[in-house]
């Protein structure tokens, strides 16, 4: 069965911290991404990978970095959080144009 | 610039009643289409998708989607809801020319009348 793992369901962080969301899948999927979901604005992407080492930035990457040194596994990293990057982050995977397979999310509140 | 409209922001129907959400996307080619589930806490769940074929396509759960190319729309629809299918639900395109990226709509979050 398809999974996609997401290390964190609830976190919580101070301004400032450097803060690292990890996300594994299992399908050998070459594509990877990160979204972030507020109400009201759906799923925002911010970033994507379609392969080992290779990035793209989606919509809204400011304040944001990634990381994909294995095929596996894609990190999503706040330098510095800020209040205003409490969301819920989902990770998602897919293979080629094919749907893409999410995880259960993890909560970020930055108090 | 491609888009995704899902207008309705809230529904609330009586369970056992039909069910219809509409999605309308902005491109000038054929786009792939789909519809993602969300249940509270949750990451998402595809429901539905439509490559190419018969514009009529069915779902998990009893769902069904029709991809109108003339209205630009891709609707969901259930011909009776049950109370588990409370939840958010997000319709999402992706195009040819970046397949592998896809563009959501806002969501429409459903509500079960007892």
């Known amino acids: 069965d398809v999974k996609v793992t997401q290390s964190s369901r609830y976190l919580v962080k101070r301004t400032g911290e450097k803060v690292f969301l990890e996300c594994v899948q299992d399908m050998d999927h070459e594509n990877m991404f990160w979204y972030r979901q507020d109400p009201g604005l759906g799923l925002r992407l911010i970033y994507f990978s379609y392969d080992v080492k290779m990035k793209e930035k989606g919509d809204i990457p400011e304040g944001y970095s990634v990381s994909r040194e294995k095929k596996e596994r894609f990190s999503l990293i706040l330098e510095s959080a800020s209040t205003n990057q409490t969301s819920m982050y989902l990770c998602a995977s897919s293979s080629g144009s094919d749907i893409q397979y999410f995880g259960a999310g993890t909560r970020l509140s930055v108090l | 610039a491609q888009s995704v409209t899902q207008p309705d922001i809230h529904i609330t129907v009586s369970e056992g009643a039909s069910l219809e959400l509409r999605c309308n996307y902005s491109y000038g080619a054929t786009p792939y289409l789909f519809w993602y589930v969300q249940s509270p806490g949750q990451g998402l769940q595809l429901l539905l998708k439509?490559?190419?074929?018969?514009?009529l396509v069915q779902g998990i759960k009893g769902f069904e989607a029709e991809f109108k190319r003339s209205q630009s729309s891709f609707n969901l629809r259930k011909p009776s809801v049950h109370w588990s299918d409370a939840a958010e639900y997000f319709c999402a395109v992706a195009y040819y020319s970046s397949a592998s990226k896809i563009i959501f709509g806002s969501g429409t979050r459903l509500s079960i009348r007892p």
């Open positions: 439509y490559f190419s074929g018969d514009t």
